[in-house]
Each structure stands twice: as structure tokens, then as C-alpha cells.
């Protein structure tokens, strides 16, 4: 009896295991590829949710919420004051071109589509949320991926308590230029 439960045990470890490198790997194979635009945009920036739930919808909220305190700067609203940049959240279409990605965001001199895998939206994996929505948004502000591992803005996400204050910091601040000149 201890022995099928030992193997049990085995079993279930293994599927958990399986379960977090499927993720894990959808997650690092293209987390936040932006599809080339305009290298700076108007700021601050009017955001538009479709397609998500109520649930999801707050989710997104707390987490520019969180980003803007951090900022100190209105860099998003949700109200209908007249926008020079729009951004628009929702979720990934799922096809064979986007089953690896996490996010995706594809801009213009106007607005910018973000697009979450419905996966960052699970509670196994909510500490990959604000990361890959921010890294997301760092693309509709013109921002390429970072080379150095441990940046927003690095190809590969991470869990939120994997980032050091100070590359927070670094990527917050780099749309203080974006107020800066384009801000009321």
C-alpha cells in the first residue's frame, strides 16, 4: 500500500512538473514580441478593455494601477477624455503563430494592441501578470527587448519577485520621458 502511494506521489509530482514546463515554455519561447511602430507616442494613454471578464478586467486595472503609483505620473486612463494614443487590452488569439507567446503587442502612431495569453490570467500563474502586461506595454511605448536578463523588457519573463527594485525603477522611469514630451 505505502508503495502505490509513494507512486502515486511520483505520478502527481511528474504531471505538476509537466504541467508548470508547458507554461514555462509558452512563457520563454516569445514573451512580449511587439510587431515594429513609431519609436515614441503621445502619453498619457487611454486604455480599452475587450474581451475580458469582470475578474480579468480588474486584474488589469490593479495592475496599471500599481504601475502608474509606481510612476506618480498618470501614464493611463480609462475614462473618455479625447486621446491622442489608445490602448486596447484583451485577450490572445489562440493559432499556431501565438500558442508560445505570453503577450503580444502590435502598434501604430495611434494606438496599440495588447493581447495576454489566458494563461497569465490563472492563479497558478498570476505572479507572471504584471511583468508580461508591463512588458507588453513597454512595446506600445516603442521599447525593444533588453539584451540584459532581469529587465522588464528582457524576452524571457519572470515571476514579479524576480525583479530587483531598481530595474522596476529603470523601466518605470523610461516613460517619464514619454510625459515628458508628449504629457499635458
Not at 31 to 42: A, I, R, Y
Request: hydrophobic content about 35%; aromatic content about 12%; some cysteine.
Amino acid at each position: 500500500m505505502q508503495r502505490r502511494s509513494e507512486t502515486m506521489q511520483l505520478l502527481e509530482l511528474r504531471v505538476v512538473k509537466l504541467k508548470s514546463l508547458t507554461f514555462l515554455i509558452v512563457l520563454f519561447l516569445s514573451v512580449g514580441c511587439g510587431k515594429k511602430g513609431p519609436d515614441q507616442l503621445p502619453w498619457p494613454a487611454q486604455v480599452k478593455l475587450i474581451g475580458l471578464s469582470a475578474e480579468q478586467e480588474k486584474t488589469v486595472f490593479s495592475s496599471l494601477s500599481g504601475f502608474t503609483n509606481n510612476s506618480g505620473k498618470e501614464l493611463f486612463y480609462f475614462d473618455d477624455r479625447p486621446s491622442q494614443f489608445q490602448i486596447t487590452i484583451g485577450k490572445l488569439k489562440v493559432s499556431p503563430e501565438t500558442t508560445s507567446k505570453a503577450g503580444l503587442a502590435t502598434y501604430n502612431r495611434v494606438s496599440c494592441k495588447v493581447e495576454l495569453n489566458e494563461v497569465v490570467f490563472s492563479e497558478d500563474y498570476k505572479d507572471y501578470f504584471d511583468p508580461v502586461l508591463w512588458h507588453e506595454l513597454g512595446h506600445c511605448s516603442g521599447m525593444e527587448h533588453d539584451p540584459k536578463e532581469g529587465e522588464i523588457m528582457y524576452h524571457i519573463a519572470s515571476p514579479k519577485d524576480f525583479y530587483k527594485t531598481d530595474a522596476v525603477t529603470r523601466f518605470v522611469n523610461s516613460f517619464d520621458g514619454l510625459i515628458a514630451l508628449f504629457g499635458k
